[in-house]
């Protein structure tokens, strides 16, 4: 009954790597999201995308980027890594319906950190 | 812009009590969605209750009920009977209308603690 899949659970990655955080979703949803939480700072978003291909940057895109290929595929990319990347990241998808009921389902998270 | 207040990082209550936890937006888009998710120590995040903009009744969802008052742009969580397990981060959420202004916008949580 797995919804959206996130690859990694826990990663651990040098400064200065490119890291690839990969998110799958199996409900054909049109809208994808990329979330990072801290401590008393809440989901912060970074990118979402609305449609193959397309993307909008959230709140905190620096230091990111993402791509969108298929439909069910969304990547966060983190170009070259620093220490206050270090973070959980979540993937959330929720489809494009806004007359009824909507909810978004969330990845198990990726503890990322930094080192 | 779309921005979501909540004022409470921490709150009380006794088990079997109601608790009311606050969340505030704001929005230009006149079609919205507003969310409450809750999210325990396991860290998965949990769909409690949804409103939108355009409906005229309150959300219920068992012991949940969602205070909507659009003009004071608000959208409160009612807990009604808490219970231990309700101790947890609670997170308010706001989605905008489709295309590109379909941005998924939370707080920054309110964390229940449920005192027995």
């Known amino acids: 009954d797995v919804k959206v899949t996130q690859s990694s659970r826990y990663l651990v990655k040098r400064t200065g790597e490119k890291v690839f955080l990969e998110c799958v979703q199996d409900?054909?949803?049109?809208?994808m999201f990329w979330y990072r939480q801290d401590p008393g700072l809440g989901l912060r978003l970074i990118y979402f995308s609305y449609d193959v291909k397309m993307k909008e940057k959230g709140d905190i895109p620096e230091g990111y980027s993402v791509s969108r290929e298929k439909k069910e595929r969304f990547s966060l990319i983190l170009e070259s890594a620093s220490t206050n990347q270090t973070s959980m990241y979540l993937c959330?998808?929720?489809?494009?319906?806004?007359?009824?009921?909507?909810?978004?389902?969330f990845g198990q998270g990726t503890r990322l950190t930094v080192v | 812009a779309q921005k979501i207040t909540q004022t409470q990082p921490g709150m009380f209550v006794q088990e079997k009590e109601a608790v009311t936890l606050d969340c505030t937006y704001d929005t230009s888009d006149p079609s919205y969605g507003l969310f409450w998710y809750k999210q325990p120590s396991s860290g998965e995040m949990i769909f409690l209750i949804y409103?939108?903009?355009?409906?005229?009744q309150n959300a219920t969802e068992g012991r949940y009920s969602l205070n909507f008052q659009k003009a004071r742009k608000s959208a409160n969580l009612v807990i009604s009977a808490s219970q231990l397990g309700d101790s947890a981060m609670y997170f308010c959420a706001m989605r905008g209308s489709g295309g590109s202004n379909y941005k998924l916008t939370f707080g920054k949580g309110t964390l229940l603690t449920v005192n027995p």
């Open positions: 409900m054909d949803h049109e809208n």
């Open positions: 409103q939108g903009s355009y409906d005229q």
């Open positions: 959330a998808s929720i489809n494009r319906g806004i007359t009824a009921i909507t909810e978004a389902f």
